[in-house]
């Protein structure tokens, strides 16, 4: 979890592979880059088993590219299609069990803090719906409330999409999908409202449309979790596959989605205000 994890011995590196080579010389560790900077550098992802077209695959590389310091961060993952490719990226990844992702990420950053008094690490959480709002809600409303200082991302594709299309928690009021036929029969969950009453610092709502905003949105979120306490980002990422999207059609998906209902929102502490008033990010 630092730089020097990616140094080889003296000699050794020309036996090396290839990918592993590129990543240490041409990686971003250690080094500031911008959203325009992408394909000039060794990602930390560039191969995933995600669906054609996926949204959310789409958001995780961008999310990634916005780690401002990928080399101190920690990622925390559970059952769902985002963790098909986070399990992937050249990044340490934590694969917690359904139901508490946020209590294993309380965990290692209180650990991290204490092992590493002096240096930064950034843990991030990031799963689905089904993870964060249903299975793990309440690991998640606890770290918000005991103000727990990593990031949360939802990736809300608003269906159980890895396990067959059973509603989730955050799926529209009315919406039928393969394994609800008969239409959900309660409201989608206000995870932005519950996360306004349990005083996290920086919250934010968006979709896929906007690669600088979702870069920009991500980086906050990161650093000022780092400082003043939780931040929350829920991302609209849409299973194309349960909701019948054709792939070419997921970005005009999201363009109306974001128009109808899930346009960009931010909302942040008097503190989380001053942080980034003083230039840190």
């Known amino acids: 979890m630092a730089l020097r994890t990616l140094q080889v011995s003296p000699g050794f590196m020309r036996f090396m592979p290839k990918e592993y080579q590129d990543l240490v010389e041409k990686g971003p560790f ?4 911008k959203l325009s900077d992408l394909g000039t550098y060794k990602e930390l992802l560039e191969e995933h088993p995600m669906c054609e077209g996926c949204a959310m695959a789409f958001f995780i590389r961008l999310a990634l590219t916005a780690l401002p310091a990928p080399e101190h961060t920690v990622i925390l993952g559970t059952a769902g299609c985002g963790r098909l490719s986070l399990s992937q990226a050249a990044i340490p990844f934590v694969y917690g069990n359904y139901c508490d992702t946020n ?12 092992r590493f008094p002096d240096q930064p690490k950034d843990v991030v959480v990031m799963a689905g719906d089904g993870g964060l709002a249903d299975i793990g809600f309440s690991q998640v409303l606890h770290g918000w409330f005991r103000q727990e200082k990593f990031t949360t ?3 809300d594709n608003e269906v159980y999409g890895n396990t067959g299309g059973q509603e989730s928690g955050m799926t529209k009021r009315g919406e039928v999908v393969k394994m609800a036929p008969v239409g959900k029969k309660f409201d989608k969950i206000d995870m932005i409202g519950l996360a306004k009453t349990a005083g ?30 939780p931040t929350y980002v829920q991302a609209y990422t849409s299973c194309n596959i349960e909701y019948a999207i054709p792939p070419q059609q997921v970005m005009e998906d999201a363009r109306r989605v974001e128009k109808e209902r899930y346009g960009f929102l931010e909302v942040m502490s008097e503190e989380a205000k001053a942080f980034l008033g003083g230039g840190e990010v």
């Open 30 to 33: 250690g080094r500031k880059l």
């Open 200 to 229: 996290v610092a920086y919250i934010a709502r968006l979709t896929p449309t906007n690669p600088s905003r979702i870069v920009s949105t991500i980086r906050k979120a990161v650093l000022i979790a780092r400082e003043v306490g």
């Open 103 to 114: 209590g294993v990420a309380t965990g290692i950053k209180r650990g991290l803090a204490l």
């Open 153 to 155: 991302v939802m990736l």
